[in-house]
């Protein structure tokens, strides 16, 4: 069996690129209508237009125990209601082996942490911030600026993600962060 190959990948933030990738995510809207917590301003949102929320490029590296994925994320400016824009949030299904990095790279966002127990944790993220979210903690990512927030991810490459506990009804992120007065203010989910 030969070697996996040395990669280099190309990344910016302005505009966001991530070079090379083997998959892209791209939710609007209408694909993650269930983890805002207001339903009337989805609706309202979605009458008018169905708009980009997240994109996420992954590196084209296996997904085996052994390697180190990479992958840069982008949330864009905006809220529903007065939600931020955020991404769904997940676990990974392995407590105790799969542990992530965030780096920033451009704007201003929010980290929220959660345990199955239901401690939570809220992290700024900002260029010069690297976040490290251990084993076991659900994490979601929040933009709060007004441009895109672009940030880097590292993690275990065989890491399944669960985001089984996100939805209408369902146990969901405790905290959410929401725009009061032009700032971003985080309360307990309504
Ligand atoms: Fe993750």
């Not at 992954?58 to 007065?82: E, F, K, N, Q």
């Not at 940030?151 to 009061?180: H, Q, T």
């Amino acid at each position: 069996m030969s070697a996996f190959q040395p990669l280099n990948i190309k990344y910016s933030e302005i505009p966001p690129q991530f070079t090379p990738y083997d998959l892209v995510i791209d939710r609007s809207l209408n694909e993650m209508q269930d983890v805002f917590y207001d339903q009337d301003a989805v609706k309202r949102s979605l009458a008018e237009q169905n708009p980009s929320i997240v994109k996420v490029w992954m590196a084209p590296i296996p997904y085996d125990r052994g390697h180190l994925m990479s992958c840069m994320t982008v949330i864009y400016p905006g809220t529903i209601g007065d939600e931020f824009y955020m991404t769904k949030g997940h676990f990974h299904t392995d407590p105790v082996n799969d542990p992530e990095y965030y780096l920033t790279i451009r704007g201003e966002g929010m980290l929220l942490l959660q345990t199955r127990e239901g401690d939570t944790s809220v992290s700024e993220m900002l260029p010069g911030i690297l976040n490290y979210i251990p084993p076991g903690w659900a994490h979601r990512t929040v933009n709060t600026g007004d441009e895109d927030f672009v940030f880097l991810g590292f993690f275990p490459s065989a890491a399944k993600r669960d985001y089984s506990f996100i939805g209408l009804g369902k146990e969901n992120f405790k905290k959410v962060v929401v725009k009061r007065l032009g700032k971003p203010e985080v309360i307990d989910h309504p």
